[in-house]
């Protein structure tokens, strides 16, 4: 008899607990965290401050004064083109359950997704929202591959079906439960999924609309650095939510990867402006920017995953190897990538993502990072899935842009004509102008 009060009371004591202290009783459910949920919702409208206004400047800068409205207006039309089909099925495919290759249409319309609706301790549709951003900023960065010549209904269609055949798998692929997540591919805030698909997809753009006419033997200087100066400052602030929110929690991870965030912009374009000054006897402000750019998209597959004494030299040889790789391609190869998006971007994300599999090690002294994935227990194990991710990203983005690109120009054609080039396409496409002065 005694032993079953003690029984009864055993159960009765939670109950009395949940009842006069339901903090502390009902821990143990799942249940939304106010913290994370207020850094996330900051770190979306950083992620998407990075494309609107930040990136549409930085390009828009960038460009010859004829065409830096058609550059605004193509960052301002992507953001709301990706909005629609990540909401419509874009999110379901990327993150519904399907299978090792793609989602599947179970969140169609957020089918299901509702307040109280949660993913991990934020909302569901927090979480969308976030992935949205990111949906919205990877086509739009394929811009400077192709900006100045191509048609704007052409790039519509061009970023709406690229965004579905080529971004909705690879993001399943890494984040959404597919064989690269699977496989322990470390990405923490999208070298592959953002970087490498946008800058292999910017290449692409280049090769098969050719250069733009004057290309090698016209000067193509950009029409406005401070505008370009200040869009790069606001890609800088806005990479704090772009790596820092992707830790989904405001932590001590989430902290780290703002911190190697930082130190990897900063390196790079101190690495950037140093090689423009030996070499060229000046340091510039596009070379300052643009190797910031350099360091911010080559630590962002590694920032969960990498110490501060990592990011120092990751965001070294981003400096020195993206800018190779620019003067490689514009100069040696001659590909009128317009705006550097491969050599900075992809190589960036490459290089970056591979660094990921090295820096992440926890026996590298002051430059020792967190850990290899589960199941991984060395360098060269974790390099080797890196590698394989970087590869299959590459192949994959590669072929299927080059279909897409050469289906929408034997429809009703990519470029624009000779004489509208030379126009510019801000009266051509849009009959309006930057700059009129009166």
Known sequence: MQMARFHLLGRLLPLIGAFFLPGTALAEETAINGA????IMASTALVLFMTLPGLALFYGGLVRSKNVLSVLMQCFSIAGMATIIWFVFGYSLAFGEGNAWIGDFSKVMMAGIGKETLSGDIP???????QMTFAIITPALIVGGFAERMKFSAMM???????????????????????LGE???YDFAGGTVVHITAGVGALMAALVLGPRKGFGTSAMTPH??????TGAGML??????????????ADGSGAMAMLVTHISAATGAMTWLAIEWIRFGKPS?????????AGLGTITPASGFVGPGGALVIGLLAGIVCFSATQYLKRVLKIDDSLDVFPVHGVGGILGTLLAGVFSATSLGVLSGYGFADGIETMGEQVYVQFIGVLATVIFTAVVSWVILKLIDSLIGLRVSEEDEVEGLDVVDHEERGYDFH
């Open 36 to 39: 994370n949920t207020a850094w």
């Open 124 to 130: 569901e549709s927090l979480f969308m929202l976030f």
């Open 157 to 179: 269609i061009f970023s709406a079906v690229w965004l579905v055949l080529v971004y909705l798998p690879v993001t399943h692929w890494v984040w959404g439960g597919g064989w």
């Open 183 to 185: 496989m322990g591919l």
């Open 224 to 229: 406005n650095m401070t505008m370009t100066v």
């Open 236 to 249: 800088w602030v806005g990479w704090f939510g772009f790596n820092g929110g992707s830790a989904l929690a």
């Open 285 to 293: 402000a596009l070379g300052a920017v643009t190797g910031m750019v």
